[in-house]
Every structure is written in C-alpha cells, then in structure tokens.
C-alpha cells in the first residue's frame, strides 16, 4: 500500500478533458493536487496525454498511465456523451466507456465513473440511489453498464450527475444553458420543451464536490447522486435565462421534445441529490440554484450594454 506521502504527490488522474474534465483540473491544481489528463484532443497543458480510447493502442497507453503514474484517484468523465449521436452507435460509444471503466477498475486505483440520469426510465422526477435503473436510451444503457463495471471491482465510486451547464471552450458541444443565454443575448426566439424536465447542475459544483472526493483520504465506493435543488422544464429554465439576461422571455417558444433534437431524453432527467456532508470540505456545500448559476456565467460574459436593447 502506497504511503501517505507517496499518494500525496501522485496525480489525479482524469480521463476525459470536457466540460468536466477543464472545470475539475483547474479546481484540483488551486487545491494543490497535482493532475494528468488523458485526451482525444490536442491539450497544450502540463501532464495531457493524447489518447484516443477508441483505438486497441489508446487503451493501451492508458494501462501503462495507469501503472507508470500510479495516480492517487482516476476520475472517467470521458465520452462520448452525446445522447442523440449514441442513438446510432451504441456499440462504438459502449466499446470507449466501457473497455475504459474495465481497465480503470482492474488497476485497483480508487476511480470515480461519472454517470448519468439516463440510467433511469424517467418516468417520474428526483430518483433516488434506492431506485432500480431502468435505462431510457442508448447513453443510459451504457453508462449502467460501465456503473457495473466499476462497482465491480469494489474500489470504485459512481457519480450519477443530471444536466451540467456551463461556457463551452471552443470545439465543444454548447451547453443547453449556453444557447439559451446567447440567445438572449441577442434578442433572438428560442424553442424549448415543456416535455422535458430536468434537475440542471452547474459545473463549479459537480468540479467542487469531485475535487473534495479527490482530496480526502479515501474515495467512498458505491453510487451517490449529484444534482441541482430545482426540477424545472427545458423551457422554463430557457424562460429564467432570458429573464436573467434582460432579454424578452415571450421569445422562448413552447414545443414538445418529439420534435427536437431531444426527443431520445426520457421525459425527466432528474436526480434527488446527496448529502456529501461526510466528505471534508463539503461540510456547508449546497448546489446552485439555476438562478444563480445562470447568473454567474452572465456575469462571466455579459455583453456590453450597447448591445442590450430589452429591460
């Protein structure tokens, strides 16, 4: 068993460099973790490996990661993790979440998987860890099977987290919040589903709490669920961005999810949160509430108020 000072000064390894991943290394590097990054795209940062664990060589290369780094904690927030494109390739987004979560779980490195509200049939709101997953979609189905991979081998953590919203950096896919306040920014209609209800998080929570799961002594293993505090529609959240950003809310139009490019989500998305008081560092943390959330990425980027035309 690795001594305290050795884990100390080993990194946390993340695999995956998106939303999550981006949010979670700035947080660990402040708290004076070191970090390494596995990748399917360039990264010009200290300690990113360029892997792409779709290819036989890429699992590979994150074995031996796995081995010459002996990281302290791995964190699989890789995708894919497009619910629409997964639809039509299951079996190539199961073969990267999948295989990943094997090797990561064979190492006996503590690993927290990060799964998703899809694991469920989303036939009422704010499930449970109590609750039997009953997976709605393609992303569910795998991502059940990656939780049971990692389960499996008795070290492991998943993280069940619902809608995550946030800025994008370039080449990621926009966040549904993203869109609603550019939108807004611009004055421009929006459609949004009635039908299609979620718990949103926003990523400075889901990279605060992981980080302090990193941080402390020992990850907890089983399933824990992350969440915000509010079940609210597509579209009255769309509604309160617009609000927010002063912009004219009767642009947001109503639609049903059938007609969009959402119409493989179940129709709730929505996760009851945990207590993660156990957790050092979380003693007082509580989830942003959409208000606030979509208020501190406004403050972010607000445009200049000559661009602003609606009170």
Partial sequence: MSSNHERSSNPVLLVGYGLIGNSLRNRLLAGGLPVACVTRRKVPLPGCHLVDLATEAGLSALRDLLRG??????????GPSDVTWIEGHERQAAHVHCEAARIVAASGVPAILVSTDNVFAGERGRYTVADEPKPFNAYGRVKERAERLILA???????????????????????FAERCLAAAFEDRPLLAPTDQVFTPVYVADVSSVIAAICASERVPAGIRHLSGPDQLSR???ARLAYQLAGSYDPLVRRCRRRDTEWASRPEFSSLACDDFTDVSDLAHWRPMTPREGLLAMIDERRPEPAEHHHV
């Fill in 69 to 78: 780094l002996r990281p302290r904690s791995v964190v699989l927030a890789h």
């Fill in 153 to 175: 081998g008795g070290n492991g953590l998943v993280l069940r987290i619902s809608l995550i919203y946030a800025w994008t950096n370039s080449g990621q896919r926009r966040t």
């Fill in 235 to 237: 579209y009255e959240f």
